[in-house]
């Protein structure tokens, strides 16, 4: 058997290759390696793995990680795990790592290990928030926006409101081949029926009373691009067969035009209702769904991963402060916040610190700054359905109060919701309201 480099092996690949021996020293690693965790070369060798990469004195499975290194050693089993790793200036990096058995000649066993970074924390912000997160949903996640960016197909998310279906969105389209051209969203819900069509596809000059230049449409200016349709659901259903002549041949028209143009443009939309469901009310083309879902998505609830609320509030906290946080959380209440269910998710996470910043005067805030109910005034997480229900229940009275006091005109009222006639309309035969 011919004798070769390991060093050299390891040069060969493009990600960062590290091996690893029983004890969890460093034997070798390749220039990528050192370089995404600013150490030398000549001084990574004998350093603990996990002091490397998790800046910790302990190997990651004491920290509740699963460890590629306790599977080969433990049980003889190679392994991918999703793991945080931290660069030399403490930067999170989540990453792909792929665990494989090598044996020297003398038959002793050592773990290399190929890291794939799936994104650095400065490519997930966006001028409102920022994914943050270590949890193996969140990992998870993340890894499989990685791998869908890749694809060409049209997107469809799923997730309750306020889980970061825009960020998701975003962090596709950076990821995706397409990350030089526009990135292009627009919230179905917020924009009203008689003007989705002129919003969608634009208008030539003259379409209508008032318009005396052309415009061109979200459509068009997502060419080459990422178009992301927020709250998919709210497409006035005449429109969705428009929808998906455009997304099956890329052509359209603008309002009032007789050119046929077109546009290279990926659909990426979101949800957070059952579409299937909508298709079986006649509410939802079944052959537009088939075509936005060419792969979907679901993004997990706040409440799925709580052990993410303390880092999410401590970049909240210091981007609602302007950059650097001036109040922090006492121990009390991080656990009341971990309590919590966040029907809301991250933006009703968000809005609780934002109220807390208003009430904290000496740079701690307390539990009580946040407005929540105790645990034991709450009953636990048990209590979440009652609630909700309660929740429910305040809608449905609101929603009959407005309408009587404004007899019965549903424009208006849906006008004071912030909501369209068709959300409103359906919220009616949810609550039974006439």
């Known amino acids: 058997m011919p004798k070769v480099d390991l060093q050299e092996i390891l040069e060969a690949h493009e990600q960062p290759f590290v091996v690893i021996d029983a004890q969890y020293r460093i034997v070798a690693a390749n220039r990528r390696y050192c370089e995404s965790y600013g150490v030398a070369q000549e001084s990574i060798l004998n350093r603990r793995c996990h002091e490397i990469s998790h800046h910790s004195s302990r190997p990651c499975h004491e920290n509740g990680e699963q460890c590629p290194h306790q599977a080969l050693f433990g049980s003889g089993q190679s392994t991918v795990v999703l793991h945080t790793h931290y660069h030399a200036d403490n930067a999170p990096e989540r990453t792909r790592i792929r665990g494989h058995a090598i044996r020297d000649l003398d038959g002793r066993l050592y773990l290399g290990e190929i890291l794939y970074p799936l994104e650095s924390s400065s490519e997930l912000e966006c001028k409102d928030m920022r994914m943050v997160g270590h949890s193996p949903a969140f990992l998870a996640c993340v890894d499989n926006l990685a791998r869908v960016a890749e694809s060409e197909a049209s997107v469809l998310l799923y997730g309750e409101s306020g889980v970061g279906k825009e960020l998701a969105a975003r962090f596709v389209h950076d990821r995706s081949p397409r990350s030089s051209g526009p990135f292009i969203a627009i919230n179905c819900a917020a924009v009203p029926e008689n003007m989705f069509e002129n919003e969608l596809f634009g208008h030539e ?73 909508w298709v079986d009310r006649k509410l939802f083309r079944l052959d537009l769904y088939y075509r936005l879902a060419g792969i979907d998505v679901a993004l997990p609830p706040l409440r799925e991963r709580r052990e993410d609320i303390s880092a999410l509030a401590e970049v909240l906290l210091a981007r609602l402060s302007g950059g650097r946080a001036r109040c922090r959380l006492d121990k009390e209440a991080l656990n009341a916040l971990k309590r919590h269910d966040f029907p809301g998710n991250v933006r009703e996470l968000r809005n609780l610190l934002q109220r807390a910043l208003v009430r904290c005067s000496d740079g701690i805030i307390r539990a009580e700054d946040l407005g929540l109910e105790t645990a034991a005034s709450i009953g636990g997480e048990a209590s979440a359905a009652p609630r909700r229900a309660a929740l429910s229940e305040a809608e449905r009275d609101y929603i009959r109060d407005l309408l009587e006091k404004h007899d019965g005109h549903r424009r208006t009222v849906a006008g004071l919701l912030g909501i369209t006639e068709r959300t409103l309309y359906r919220k009616l035969r949810q609550h039974g309201l006439k």
């Open 205 to 277: 000059r003259g379409a209508f009373t008032g318009s005396t230049g052309q415009k061109k449409g979200l459509y068009e200016l997502a060419d080459g691009g990422t178009l992301f349709l927020d709250e998919i659901s709210e497409i006035p259903l005449g429109l969705q067969a428009k929808l998906l002549r455009v997304l099956e041949t890329g052509e359209f028209r603008r309002v009032g035009g007789t050119r046929t143009l077109k546009a290279e443009v990926r659909l990426v939309s979101a949800t957070n209702r059952n579409l299937l469901e």
